[in-house]
């Protein structure tokens, strides 16, 4: 009994260490990155349409993830549900905070 039980627990460690890969932590985000989480979450909002990663899984915005400010904003100008003001500023960070999540939670 003893035996299978170390048998198991070998090969139950050397699973979770081929797993340990798939478990590995996005790399921090960079201020730009960072001001765009800020934009998208609490500033503007994105978030309440578009859900926590951008993929359009709360079922009112589609998936975003790595737009660019080009189409944020021809989206502004043709879309009513998105006729926001938008700094330059914003729309950049917005864009690299997009192509993080696109790079990170596909």
Known sequence: MMKSTTKMAS?????????APAFAQAPELTELEAAGKVV????????????ELAKGDVGIGPNIQG?????????????????????????????????YLKANNS
């Open 67 to 99: 737009q660019t400010i080009e189409y944020i904003q021809l989206q502004m100008q043709t879309n009513e549900m998105m006729m926001f003001d938008a700094t330059d500023e914003q729309l950049a960070a917005v864009e690299a905070y997009l192509a």
């Open 11 to 19: 090969a139950l460690v050397g699973l979770f260490a081929l797993a």
């Open 40 to 51: 998208f979450e609490e500033e503007i909002g994105c978030i309440e349409c578009h859900g």
